[in-house]
């Protein structure tokens, strides 16, 4: 049997089958289309301006590989005129950072950028590494989450970029949009498929070019299967490192990233749908007039004001759920149900000191929120955005949620300032082992004179 | 799986009464059969607060209908329904509403679900009225002509019957995701329409508070997020009739123990398909519902809390309001805010240049609907 030809060109024979819609196309074809798609979504949505400096948030997966390589290819053929660099993060989690930084440092030869590495060390003191240590496997997540959004922020800035773009693609919306449904999270709801989201610039009182309060983010690949992005890297020889974050495990995330797979297999344009339905309720959110989730096209200038906690997960966890995230959420939410149900309809009734039993008519008191029986439409505070009072950051509290993490961390760490010196006298990694051991030596020295004074 | 929960009696006494003997355990307390019932009864009458006897005006007797499907959770909120009303005639010597109870026989169904089953439970509640109406009459009952046009054109003459019209829609969909999609859609307008002409103010759909968490993600997924707070919500629906969903705070799973415990009369009566289902789940045949279904029923076992939080979130997300003029989907008939119809037209449409304005006398579908029944672009 001869070869089907292609549903496009219909000359070549198929070669792949799109996941999208199933459809059979040849190599050169689907490059076009998948290429054509993402310049739809950069044009229809304006994200981007003649001159604007743009970095790449560059992981070395096969995310923010294939992003690079077709902003390149898209910025050339419909001259954007925008400048792409790279920027990544090192978290410090070794055996998984630095093969991948390997595979950065390649791309950005190939593609003839500039790339910058900025480590969690030199920002905030910590890696990842020191951080599981010190907090162990369970919610290390978090930390990574927030230390990561900050740290791309404070690259750009320190770069003097005014807008990050980010390898998000479709199924990593569609899988947040269901996360937050199953957290019952209507606030990230609401924010979760906006296209763009940036700190608002009203708080941006400063001139300062440095500032990374007024930061844009965007995800160009918001509308592609993450099989596609696969299947580009694969069949255009794209070099990318892949490997799950070491510590990943975050059940909701996973349960969620499961079921989308699920979906997609009963019907491919499931993903899409479910981005699509999360646009439309972020509209239905209350309190949150501004969610057009990028629907509204090309009015383009509201974008959404982005927490300082956004984007919690890695979204590499792979359908590992370590379960103990669902069942204590599902435990303090029983917790809050029975409250509820006692505050409102039962006499608790208790042993008093002497003995006697009293009957205690408790009075109606709302629980996070959540009031059982028939309560009128609640208004949703929004949130308001300010500055983070140690650092800077945009943050809706007084202090931002990076301030407060590492607040946590430091108060359990003996003071070693010490050890700093010691950053510089370790010219091969193979030996900062024994350096870091060192440094707990002279750590307990330190506090043994401490003590002794 | 019937007794499941009784045949390990817990050694413990009812939390509640503390007297008898707990036979399950609900929510972590556990509780005697009495207290149970007790406890899934309030639950349920807690829902129906404006249907109580003291808001009933002596000389109208208000109407509510009550779909069956012959399922857990319809037969039990019937027999739920039948204690209340028995209970409002001992005590005040009327009812604070009566109850329809309507049956759509829907094509497929026929080989689990015959009219022996509506006599029985006929004979079980002989207090209300009943009907038995083929799916084929939503084409009847409708007075839009737009249903009909979205069947193949070989089926759109008017002679044809609407069981032709039926068979030959039914027949030009392509995948079990899109049957069981268009089937429970047009089994909603085909309820709708029987409530309206036979003068009930409201319907009191059987969904659980896990039915309403999958029905919450599995419309998510086939995008109708636009139209989900119409589907979940008590009150006033976007049909012109009010919604009720009496059983929104009991789980699923707290029926089937119901079912079992009450036994006489509706454990005979509950006819699920549940075993052909679990039989078709790993091929094409799987439907989104499915998915869902299998989904809610591991979290329902894990993690019950989580299955309510779900409901309860969605139930925060605030319709738009929607004038009686907004353009409406020809399927579901949902209002289409801002007249977005069709898959075309939006940032997830990739396919720059597909016109989206429909022709004269076309088919007006929302985002969801035309999943379903794929539209040929103009």
């Not at chain 2, 005697?32 to 807690?46: D, S």
Request: hydrophobic fraction near 30%.
């Amino acid at each position: 049997m001869a070869p089907k030809p292609c549903a496009l060109c219909t000359t070549n024979p198929a070669a792949i089958v799109r996941p999208k819609d199933r459809s059979a196309l040849c190599k050169p074809c689907f490059f076009n289309v998948f290429e054509t798609e993402i310049h739809h979504t950069i044009t229809s949505t304006n994200l981007f301006t003649r001159g604007e400096r743009i970095a790449i948030g560059a992981s070395g997966g096969k995310d923010s590989t294939v992003l690079a390589s077709v902003l390149k290819t898209l910025n050339e053929r419909y001259d954007y005129g925008v400048e792409l660099i790279l920027l990544s993060i090192d978290e410090g989690i070794k055996g998984y950072r630095d093969d991948s930084l390997e595979t950065v440092k390649r791309n950005a030869k190939e593609y003839g950028m500039e790339l910058t590495i900025l480590g969690y060390k030199e920002l905030y003191g910590w890696t990842m590494d020191q951080v599981v240590e010190q907090v162990g496997k369970k919610g290390n997540c978090t930390y990574c989450g927030v230390f990561r959004r900050q740290a791309l922020d404070r690259g750009a800035a320190k770069l003097g970029v005014k807008h990050v773009v980010t390898g998000h693609n479709a199924d990593d919306v569609a899988e947040t949009v269901l996360m937050n449904l199953l957290r019952g999270d209507l606030p990230r709801l609401s924010r979760t498929t906006s296209i763009v989201t940036s700190t608002p610039s009203s708080v941006a009182s400063s001139t300062d070019p440095a500032s990374h309060t007024n930061i844009k983010r965007s995800k160009p690949l918001k509308y592609a299967y993450e099989k596609e992005i696969v299947l580009y890297a694969l069949h255009k020889n794209l070099t990318y490192f892949s490997t799950e974050c070491i510590y990943s495990p975050e059940a909701f995330r996973g349960s969620a990233r499961a079921l989308i797979k699920n979906l997609e297999r009963v019907r491919p344009s499931a993903i899409l749908d479910v981005v699509r339905s999360g646009e439309d309720m972020a509209k239905l959110c209350p309190g949150s007039d501004e969610g057009c989730g990028g629907a509204c096209g090309s009015n383009n200038t509201s974008a959404i004001p982005l927490a300082e906690e956004e984007e919690g997960g890695c979204g590499s966890s792979n359908g590992r759920s370590a379960g103990s995230e669902m069942a204590n959420m599902d435990r303090q939410l029983a917790d809050n149900e029975a409250a509820a149900e006692n505050d409102l309809e039962v006499e608790i009734t208790y042993h008093g000191r002497d003995g006697t039993q009293q009957k205690v008519k408790k009075t109606p008191k709302k629980i996070k929120g959540q009031a059982a029986g028939v309560v009128p439409r609640k208004t949703v505070a929004k949130q308001v955005m300010g500055k983070c009072s140690k650092c800077g950051y945009l943050s809706s509290q007084d202090v931002c949620k990076a301030c407060t993490l590492l607040e946590g961390l430091n108060k359990n760490r003996p003071k070693n300032h010490i050890e700093v010196g010691y950053e510089e006298v370790e010219p091969i990694d193979g030996k900062k082992e024994s350096l870091d051991l060192n440094g707990v030596t002279e750590q307990t020295q330190t506090l043994e004179i401490a003590g002794s004074g | 799986m019937p007794g499941k929960h009784i045949d390990q009696p817990i050694d413990q006494p009812c939390r509640r009464c503390k007297e008898n003997s707990a036979v399950l355990v609900v929510r972590s307390q556990p509780l005697c059969r009495e207290c149970f019932f007790k406890y899934v009864q309030t639950k349920t009458i807690k829902r129906l607060e404006s249907f109580r006897v003291r808001n009933a005006s002596p000389d109208h007797q208000r109407t509510l209908l009550l779909p069956l499907s012959f399922g857990v959770s319809s037969v039990s909120l019937l027999h739920i329904l039948d204690c209340q009303l028995k209970t409002q005639m001992r005590k005040t010597g009327r009812t604070g509403f009566a109850l329809h109870v309507v049956y759509v026989e829907i094509p497929g169904n026929e080989s689990f679900i015959s009219s022996d089953n509506l006599t029985e439970v006929k004979k079980a509640y002989p207090d209300f009225q009943y009907s038995s109406l083929p799916l084929h009459d939503v084409f009847r009952l409708s007075s839009d002509t737009a249903l009909t046009r979205l069947c193949p054109q070989l089926n759109q003459n008017e002679d044809a019957s609407p069981h032709e019209k039926l068979t030959g829609l039914m027949n030009s969909l392509t995948s079990a995701t899109a049957r069981a999609d268009v089937l429970s859609t047009l089994t909603t307008r085909l309820i709708v329409e029987h409530a309206k002409a036979s003068g009930c103010e409201s319907i009191l759909w059987g969904d659980t508070t896990t039915k309403l968490a999958e029905k919450t993600l599995s419309e998510t997924a086939k995008g109708r997020g636009f139209s989900l707070p119409w589907q979940v919500s008590d009150g006033e629906s976007p049909y012109g009739i009010a919604f009720h969903y009496p059983l929104r705070d009991v789980l699923k799973k707290e029926l089937v123990s119901y079912v079992d415990l009450v036994n006489d009369p509706i454990s005979a009566l509950v006819c699920e398909p549940s075993t052909i289902r679990q039989a078709s789940m790993s091929s094409k045949n799987t439907t989104i519902d499915d998915l869902m279904s299998k989904y809610f029923e591991e979290v329902e076992m894990n993690f019950p809390s989580i299955v309510s939080n779900v409901v309860r979130t969605t139930g925060k997300l605030e319709a738009v309001s929607a004038p009686a003029s907004a353009p409406r989907c020809d399927l579901c008939s949902m209002p289409v805010p801002d007249g977005r119809f069709g898959i075309h037209g939006w940032g997830g449409d990739q396919q720059d240049g597909v016109k989206t304005i429909a022709k004269e006398g076309s088919s007006q579908l929302c985002y969801g609907c035309t999943r379903s029944i794929p539209q040929p672009s103009v």
